[in-house]
């Protein structure tokens, strides 16, 4: 599994922030959707520009106004955006546009009947896909969706694969045999209350995957 790129997602503690900082995840998400228990306030999302440059911070958006999106990256100076509702792919194209070398990144909650020709008018317009488990709450429920389903999906784009995933599912994961696997986003699973990660388990974690 040497190359999979790792997410950590949902941070919103200043102390939490630095202590998963420093275990060096490829991407660092935030997530500014208020009905979220999540949702990073102001004061805090000041600390993403301490971040070390090297970690792409990802700003996590649902079906927000696309201005205020654009004020976000530019506030934050991050480097990616995850979007988890109904956005277009002409909302992706414009936001793509407006920031040179943003990375795009649109979710879907997958679920038994997904259809992937969903994907088909956004394959252009993002830089990766991400498959989350299919619920009213956008994410973020600690629960897994059945990966067999991602044989249905034949597109060459690469995604990252969300939805509950915890140190028990690492001999799945790497078991995995799909070139277009780039990254694993996880959340809730590795939380001690919402928005306070175990810096702990992450590192074991990703330990855990490397061996």
């Given at each position: 599994?040497?190359?999979?790129?790792?997410?950590?997602?949902?941070?919103?503690?200043?102390?939490?922030?630095?202590?998963?900082?420093?275990?060096?995840?490829d991407y660092l998400?935030?997530?500014?959707?208020?009905k979220?228990?999540?949702?990073?306030?102001?004061v805090?999302a000041?600390l993403i520009?301490y971040?070390?440059s090297e970690?792409?911070?990802?700003g996590?958006?649902?079906?927000e106004?696309?201005?205020?999106?654009?004020?976000?990256?530019?506030?934050?100076k991050?480097k990616?955006?995850?979007?988890?509702?109904?956005e277009t792919?002409?909302?992706?194209?414009?936001l793509?546009?407006?920031?040179?070398g943003?990375?795009?990144?649109?979710?879907?909650?997958?679920y038994?009947?997904?259809?992937?020709?969903?994907?088909?008018?956004?394959?252009d317009?993002?830089?990766?896909?991400?498959?989350?488990?299919k619920?009213?709450?956008?994410?973020?429920?600690?629960?897994?969706?059945?990966w067999k389903?991602?044989?249905n999906?034949?597109?060459?784009?690469?995604?990252?694969?969300s939805?509950?995933i915890?140190?028990?599912?690492?001999?799945?994961?790497?078991?995995?045999?799909?070139?277009r696997?780039?990254?694993?986003d996880?959340?809730?699973?590795f939380?001690t209350?919402?928005?306070f990660?175990d810096?702990g388990?992450?590192?074991a974690?990703?330990?855990?995957?490397?061996?």
């Open positions: 599994m040497s190359g999979l790129k790792l997410k950590v997602c949902g941070m919103k503690f200043a102390a939490n922030i630095a202590a998963v900082a420093a275990l060096q995840p998400g935030f997530i500014f959707y208020d979220s228990p999540r949702f990073i306030n102001d805090s000041e520009k971040i070390p970690i792409k911070t990802v996590v958006f649902v079906n106004d696309l201005e205020t999106v654009k004020q976000k990256v530019k506030l934050h991050l990616a955006v995850q979007l988890h509702g109904a792919p002409e909302y992706c194209q414009e793509k546009d407006s920031f040179n943003l990375e795009i990144i649109k979710a879907f909650g997958i038994e009947d997904f259809d992937f020709n969903t994907l088909n008018t956004y394959v317009q993002v830089d990766y896909f991400l498959f989350d488990t619920t009213k709450v956008h994410g973020g429920s600690g629960k897994t969706f059945d389903i991602l044989a999906y034949k597109l060459d784009k690469p995604y990252f694969l939805g509950g915890d140190m028990e599912h690492v001999s799945e994961i790497v078991e995995i045999d799909d070139s696997l780039y990254a694993l996880i959340n809730s699973r939380e209350e919402p928005g990660k810096a388990r992450i590192e974690f990703v330990a855990k995957l490397e061996n």
